[in-house]
């Protein structure tokens, strides 16, 4: 079984920073595109950024600029530093991979760290 678990979540002022961390463990065989995903209250699950294992990256217009997705691989650990946070960054974050066991490929989901933006 493959499990992904995210920390760094918290409450912060506008146009403050933190960095999220999520890492992956379990029968990882290989794991493909992370990405992070948010969700707030009220709305749909948005794409928030997405990383290949080589190391390209796509983010969502509304973040570009001010967050980075990274990740290490010899950790399967994927990290989103966000900067010059805003209100409407508030929301359940969740990070994503796509994981190849000795079994089979799935994506895979994290339990949701709150970062909340607020003065």
């Known amino acids: 079984q493959v499990q992904l678990v995210e920390s760094g979540g918290g409450l912060v002022q506008p146009g403050g920073s933190l960095r999220l961390s999520c890492a992956a463990s379990g029968s990882i065989f290989a794991i493909n595109n992370m990405g992070w995903y948010r969700q707030a209250p009220g709305k749909q699950r948005e794409l928030v950024a997405i990383?290949?294992?080589?190391?390209?990256?796509n983010y969502a217009d509304s973040v570009k600029g001010r967050f980075t997705i990274s990740r290490d691989n010899a950790k399967n650990t994927v990290y989103l530093q966000m900067s010059s946070l805003k209100f409407e960054d508030t929301a359940v974050y969740y990070c994503n991979a796509y994981v190849i066991s000795d079994r089979d490929a799935n994506t895979y989901w994290g339990q949701g760290t709150q970062v909340t933006v607020s003065s």
């Open positions: 990383i290949s294992s080589g190391g390209s990256t």
